[in-house]
Nanobody, 128 residues
Framework: QVQLVESGGRLVQAGGSLSLSCAASGRTFSRSAMGWFRQAPGKEREFVAA????????YYADSVKGRFTISRNNAKNTLYLQMTSLRPEDTAVYYC?????????????????????WGQGTQVTVSS
């Protein structure tokens, strides 16, 4: 099991940049595929980005490709999401999530049910 705490969310103007962090505790972070999801008011939670346990494989939703970058530092038990060229439609609560992989698999996941552990979320608001 991994305990996750997101931080870094705030109000930012459109076109600006923001970096989110997700601090993990527990023994399995380095063996976990990780993901970022977001949920806007009145909408379903949606996939944003995912990264393999080693960081060697990443995957993005089309809506953020080229603007967001997911990364991780296993030595620091931390997941990151660097967001640039932010738009009002990026406004949402952002969640990080962990999926403990078996056998060193480099799989990544873009569906919420595939993740075992979730953080409490951090609010990102982009003003126009």
């Amino acid at each position: 099991q991994v305990q996750l705490v997101e931080s870094g969310g705030r109000l930012v103007q459109a076109g600006g940049s923001l970096s989110l962090s997700c601090a993990a505790s527990g023994r399995t972070f380095s063996r976990s595929a990780m993901g970022w999801f977001r949920q806007a008011p009145g909408k379903e939670r949606e996939f944003v980005a995912a990264i393999s346990w080693s960081g060697g494989i990443t995957y993005y939703a089309d809506s953020v490709k080229g603007r967001f970058t997911i990364s991780r530092n296993n030595a620091k038990n931390t997941l990151y999401l660097q967001m640039t060229s932010l738009r009002p439609e990026d406004t949402a609560v952002y969640y990080c999530a962990a999926h403990t992989v078996l056998g060193g698999s480099s799989s990544i996941y873009d569906q919420s049910p595939e993740y075992d552990d979730w953080g409490q979320g951090t609010q990102v608001t982009v003003s126009s």
